[in-house]
């Protein structure tokens, strides 16, 4: 069975500190994305990353990156906490194809406070 | 750019009563469309996807969805629906390019009524 974690599901972090999100899969998917998540807003890409150490910005960078050192693992780091990044992130995985569908992990509920 | 509206942010149905979820997407090629659920608490699960081919797509749960060309939707519909289908559904439209990229719409929840 495909799988997509993430190693939190939630999680209450202080304003200005440094956070780190961690997604992990184990399909060899090629493809590996950061949604975040708010009501009325449906879901908006972070980043993705294509191949180990690549990565593009998505719809809503700022604030945000990325790493990517191994192909199962993609991370998102959160330089400066801030309250208005108190949200749902969700991230995902899919094959390096034209286009496919893509595999979701459960999602970390992060509080800024 | 590629976008989705779901016009419908809430709807509530009966359990048993049959059931439509809109979706209208923008994209200047073959579209490549899906429709995910998501369960409070959860991540996204597929329902149903549509490359090509036939128009009418069957998905999982009884799920099925249609799309036109036309109209730029891809309705999914469920001729019977139960208590445990309340959830919130996406529809996403993906894109070809460096990535496949999915650009999700604001989502419809569903509420079902016993």
């Known amino acids: 069975d495909v799988k997509v974690t993430q190693s939190s599901r939630y999680l209450v972090k202080r304003t200005g500190e440094k956070v780190f999100l961690e997604c992990v899969q184990d399909?060899?998917?090629?493809?590996m994305f950061w949604y975040r998540q708010d009501p009325g807003l449906g879901l908006r890409l972070i980043y993705f990353s294509y191949d180990v150490k690549m990565k593009e910005k998505g719809d809503i960078p700022e604030g945000y990156s990325v790493s990517r050192e191994k192909k199962e693992r993609f991370s998102l780091i959160l330089e400066s906490a801030s309250t208005n990044q108190t949200s749902m992130y969700l991230c995902?995985?899919?094959?390096?194809?034209?286009?496919?569908?893509?595999?979701f992990g459960q999602g970390t509920r992060l509080t800024v406070v | 750019a590629q976008s989705v509206t779901q016009p419908d942010i809430h709807i509530t149905v009966s359990e048993g009563a049959s059931l439509e979820l809109r979706c209208n997407y923008s994209y200047g090629a073959t579209p490549y469309l899906f429709w995910y659920v998501q369960s409070p608490g959860q991540g996204l699960q597929l329902l149903l996807k549509?490359?090509?081919?036939?128009?009418l797509v069957q998905g999982i749960k009884g799920f099925e969805a249609e799309f036109k060309r036309s109209q730029s939707s891809f309705n999914l519909r469920k001729p019977s629906v139960h208590w445990s289908d309340a959830a919130e559904y996406f529809c996403a439209v993906g894109a070809s390019g460096t990535a496949s990229k999915l650009t999700f719409g604001t989502g419809t929840r569903l509420q079902v009524t016993l």
């Open positions: 995902a995985s899919s094959l390096r194809r034209l286009v496919t569908e893509a595999f």
């Open positions: 399909m060899d998917h090629e493809n």
């Open positions: 549509y490359f090509s081919g036939d128009t």
